[in-house]
């Protein structure tokens, strides 16, 4: 791979990342103004469309190799989108890392309006640990092994180490 092409492909990354945690964002938004949990439809739907897009785009990390959280920043080339990290850097739009440590440090509450959008935040990282789990299984579970059939789907034999 050329330069080039190595350039083009950080750049088109850098806007999927961007693009799809704005996705993200809005829903959220739009889930808290209608003061309905995330874990229903259409959000949650909505909420998997975005996860489905980030995994096919490899924007997901094996989160077995990845630290917690790897202080990246929306236009960094190298950002994947974590649970952590998608968190993290929606709580620093918004503004919630800040007013978090304000609160702790004052020992006060967080306002209401904040406290609701950790509490959304806590949802979309829980979904989205849960779907990551899940698809990075799916694919173990569902190899193919050296004789060309899959593990033994029920219990997993033969494909979990």
Same mark, same amino acid.
């Given at each position: ?14 806007? @999927? ?5 704005? %996705?993200?964002?809005? +829903?959220?938004?739009? $889930?808290?103004?209608?003061? *309905?949990? &995330? ?28 630290? @917690? ?5 929306? %236009?960094?080339?190298? +950002?994947?989108?974590? $649970?952590?990290?998608?968190? *993290?850097? &929606? ?71």
């Amino acid at each position: 791979m050329s330069f080039q092409d190595s350039d083009q492909q950080s750049r088109h990354l850098v806007r @999927a990342s961007r693009q799809l945690i704005g %996705d993200i964002e809005t +829903l959220i938004a739009e $889930a808290q103004a209608e003061t *309905r949990p &995330l874990e229903v439809e259409p959000y949650r739907g909505r909420l998997f469309a975005c996860f489905v897009q980030a995994w096919q785009q490899q924007l997901i990390p094996d989160d077995t190799a990845a630290p @917690a959280f790897d202080d990246f920043e929306e %236009d960094d080339p190298e +950002l994947r989108l974590n $649970a952590d990290t998608l968190c *993290r850097l &929606l709580a620093r739009r918004w503004g919630l890392d800040m007013a978090a440590r304000e609160a702790q440090a004052m020992q006060t509450r967080l306002p209401a309006d904040q406290l609701e959008r950790m509490r959304l935040l806590w949802s979309v990282m829980r979904m989205w640990m849960e779907w990551s789990y899940a698809w990075r299984r799916w694919v173990e579970l569902h190899a193919t092994g050296e004789n060309g059939e899959a593990g033994d789907r029920a219990t997993g034999a033969d494909s979990i180490t």
